[in-house]
């Protein structure tokens, strides 16, 4: 068992199959005792296997990643299923469900802005509340894709993205933001635990910008989302 040091978060976890150690690679470390022990689920993984036909690689990874978003809201955190962008050093995160969109709209991003913008984690981000701050994190769970960074930035904005012909942005209520985040995470299995999630999006929701834009995959898309969001 190896540990890892994610969102600021000493994880221990015992790590089999090469895609999940291979993405967790870029945050060992070794810093004294764990505040999370992920053990390994050979168990849950071979049944995970069997009930939906992902081989067993890909089963850790998803396991591993439940386990580990579930137990952030009592730490002050969540994740959202979005691609964070970092430009200039803030985090902007487009939230959408699955084939929206949102890793084009990033890649598109990267395009237009050269070594300025990097994708933080292109699925599974974490948002992280640090007294004063809220922050995005970089995860070893990024989705189909190893893009993700071991660093963590300051949240500019959430955006969350629909399919649109033409390109338009606007303010998101907070009280209707916070339904579209929260069907955008993983939810603790305890009252607790969900508690404090609720806790930690309403306080995000209060704080940070939320958007919602309506997005077609161009250039424009990208200074539509970047000229209202920079603000």
């Known amino acids: ?9 000493r994880v221990d976890c015992d ?6 150690t291979a993405r967790a690679e870029k945050f060992l470390a070794n810093e004294g005792e764990p505040e999370l022990v ?4 050979g ?6 296997s069997i009930d939906t036909g992902l081989d067993e690689d890909n089963c850790e990874i998803v396991l591993t990643a439940e386990q580990f978003y579930r137990s952030l809201p009592q730490r002050g955190g969540f994740m959202l299923h979005s691609s964070a962008v970092v430009l200039d050093g803030r985090a902007y995160l487009f939230s959408a469900p699955s084939g ?5 709209h990033t890649a598109l991003w990267l395009e237009e802005f050269g070594q300025r913008a990097a994708i933080l984690n292109d699925d599974k981000p974490a948002i992280m509340l640090r007294g004063d701050s809220i922050t995005a994190c970089g995860t070893p769970w990024s989705g189909k894709s190893d893009l993700n960074l071991n660093a963590e930035v300051p949240l500019q904005g959430i955006c969350i993205l629909e399919r649109s012909a033409d390109n338009h942005i606007e303010p998101f209520p907070a009280d209707r ?3 579209s985040l929260l069907d955008q995470t993983i939810r603790p299995q305890d009252a607790a635990g969900m508690d404090a999630l ?5 306080r995000v929701t209060a704080e940070v910008p939320v958007w919602r834009m309506g997005c077609n995959i161009s250039r424009e898309a990208v200074l539509t989302a970047y000229n209202a969001m920079k603000r």
């Open 43 to 48: 168990d849950a993984i071979r049944r995970l």
């Open 198 to 202: 609720l806790g930690c999006i309403d």
């Open 15 to 20: 790590l089999r199959y090469p895609t999940m």
């Open 100 to 104: 929206t969109g949102k890793s084009t």
């Open 1 to 9: 068992m190896k540990q890892y040091k994610i969102c600021g978060i």
């Open 177 to 179: 933001a916070v339904f």
């Open 38 to 41: 992920i053990p390994f689920y």
